[in-house]
């Protein structure tokens, strides 16, 4: 074999080389780059999704609450209240006294 054959054979491993390198430095700055911007979105996420498990929970206690007043609403005292505020009903020996005010 020819000596400068083998020398650029030597000079092209290199250059072969040189360019991997800088293509492995660029791909891992590139994925650091996304890595943050990744990260970011993960809080970001954590967040949303912290904030949907308390609105979660209040709206779980809210349907208790609308089941125990529904409950309420269905018994016999309701139905009295309804009927004293609003109609103005009364008992048939009960005496009502009227402020003249």
């Known amino acids: 074999m ?9 000079y092209h491993n290199r ?6 390198c800088v293509l492995v430095i660029v791909i891992a700055v590139v994925f650091a780059v996304n890595s943050g911007a990744l990260m970011s979105k993960k809080a970001e996420y954590q967040a ?11 709206e779980t206690a809210r349907e208790e609450e609308l089941e125990e007043y529904e409950k309420y609403t269905q018994t016999m005292k309701f139905v009295e209240e309804v009927a004293r505020e609003k109609l103005g009903m009364v008992y048939e020996d009960e005496i009502i006294f009227k402020d003249n005010n």
């Open 2 to 10: 020819r000596p400068a054959y083998k020398g650029r054979t030597r």
């Open 15 to 20: 250059m072969g080389i040189s360019v991997v």
């Open 48 to 58: 949303q999704l912290d904030s949907l498990e308390a609105e979660l929970e209040s």
